[in-house]
C-alpha cells in the first residue's frame, strides 16, 4: 500500500515560516518525482514545486519562486517544503504527490497525500 503524509501545516503570520514534509511508503522513492501541490477554497489545484529523483532538476510555481524551497532526503523517504515570507494568499491546502517524472501538471502523478493546511493570516 502506497501512503504519502504531510505534517508541518498551521497557522502563521504574514512573513512567518513553515516547514512541510511528506513522508512516502509503499514505493521505491528514490526512483520518483516528487511534488507539492495547493489548492485553496473555489480555486483550482495549483501547482507548486517539483523534484527529480536525484534532487538535481527541481521547478517552481511562478507564484512561490523565491519563497519556497523543495528538497528531499532519500534515505528518509521524505521530501521537504519549506515555505518563507508567507502570504495570506499561500492560505490552501497543501498535498504532496508521487509520479515517475518531476512533471509540474497535476495528472501526470500517481500518488496523493491527504494534504495539510497552511492558513496564513493578515
Known amino acids: 500500500q502506497v501512503l504519502l503524509v504531510e505534517s508541518g501545516g498551521g497557522l502563521v503570520q504574514a512573513g512567518g515560516s513553515l516547514r512541510l514534509s511528506c513522508a512516502v511508503s509503499?514505493?521505491?522513492?528514490?526512483?520518483?518525482?516528487m511534488g507539492w501541490f495547493r489548492q485553496a477554497p473555489g480555486k483550482e489545484r495549483e501547482f507548486v514545486a517539483t523534484?527529480?529523483?536525484?534532487?538535481?532538476?527541481?521547478a517552481y510555481g511562478d507564484s512561490v519562486k523565491g519563497r519556497f524551497t523543495i528538497s528531499r532526503d532519500n534515505a528518509k523517504n521524505t521530501v521537504y517544503l519549506q515555505l518563507n515570507s508567507l502570504k495570506p494568499e499561500d492560505t490552501a491546502v497543501y498535498y504532496c504527490?508521487?509520479?515517475?517524472?518531476?512533471?509540474?501538471?497535476?495528472?501526470?502523478?500517481?500518488?496523493w497525500g491527504q494534504g495539510t493546511q497552511v492558513t496564513v493570516s493578515s
Open positions: 523534484i527529480g529523483w536525484s534532487g538535481i532538476y527541481i
Open positions: 509503499g514505493l521505491t522513492f528514490s526512483t520518483k518525482g
Open positions: 504527490a508521487a509520479g515517475g517524472l518531476p512533471f509540474t501538471a497535476a495528472p501526470k502523478y500517481d500518488y
